[in-house]
């Protein structure tokens, strides 16, 4: 059996056992997998930066508006807040066995994974859209329309507190419709078979960006959820 690490070029371009799935300037789909997820992990790192520059802006507010930040915290819906914590827990799982299905060559697997995993980021999607309809329409959208309903004492850090809310929440759903994007593409891939157990990179490094966008809203989620909900 000729070894997986270093298949041979076929006149494509690629290996000679798979349509073209090894790039010419690889040596073997090990090493090109490898560029791959060192490329991904990077390109997570820069995101961790990103996120953490509105987390470092969010903690220093916080500390600087204790009690105004826990009482804007009030008007979030925990429910809504729960249950879109539970959907992307529960998409995590359905992104991982999407990539263990790929890995093990199962491919009818593959497509019912990505689509349950689309259909639950569509769902948080829709229960956020939700949450902001709730807040423009009670006049919590920052801006010259913004009226906090609460002591006018902690109106102005208030509309601080919904600024890095709507900043944060709304870059983290852009990141999940970005993913949502990228598994279309995967659910086509699969549709024509390109994915097998010998090769599904672009499967698991999608995988690690979705678990990235989720462990953002876990983090997310008690920031701006929970905060107000220990203080009288």
């Not at 070029?9 to 073209?20: C, F, K, Q």
């Not at 791959?36 to 509105?54: A, D, H, K, P, R």
């Not at 949502?180 to 593409?185: E, K, M």
């Amino acid at each position: 059996m000729a070894d997986p690490r270093r298949l041979p070029h076929g006149e494509d371009g690629g290996p000679a056992t798979g349509p073209g799935y090894l790039q010419h300037h690889f040596e073997s789909l090990v090493q090109q997998k490898d560029a791959s997820s060192l490329g991904m992990w990077l390109f997570l790192v820069t995101e961790i930066l990103f996120f953490g520059g509105l987390f470092l802006v969010y903690t220093i507010y916080r500390w600087s508006y204790p009690l105004a930040f826990a009482d804007a915290s009030r008007h979030m819906d925990v429910r809504l807040g729960t249950t879109n914590t539970a959907v992307l827990i529960i998409s995590s799982l359905t992104m991982a066995m999407a990539v263990h299905s790929a890995a093990a060559g199962r491919r009818r697997l593959i497509i019912p994974f990505l689509a349950a995993t689309m259909l639950l980021g569509t769902t948080f999607l829709g229960i956020k859209a939700i949450e902001y309809t709730e807040h423009i329409r009670h006049h919590l959208f920052p801006g010259p329309w913004f009226h906090y309903p609460g002591p006018q004492i902690h109106a102005r850090p208030a509309e601080l507190f919904f600024s890095l809310y709507f900043a944060m929440t709304g870059l983290h759903a852009l990141h999940m419709v970005i993913g949502l994007g990228i598994l279309s593409v995967l659910v086509v891939q699969s549709r024509r078979g390109r994915y097998t157990g010998q090769w599904h990179t672009p499967i698991e490094m999608s995988g690690l960006y979705w678990h990235f966008v989720d462990i953002v809203w876990i983090f997310l989620f008690p920031l701006l959820y929970l905060i107000g909900r220990h203080v009288h």
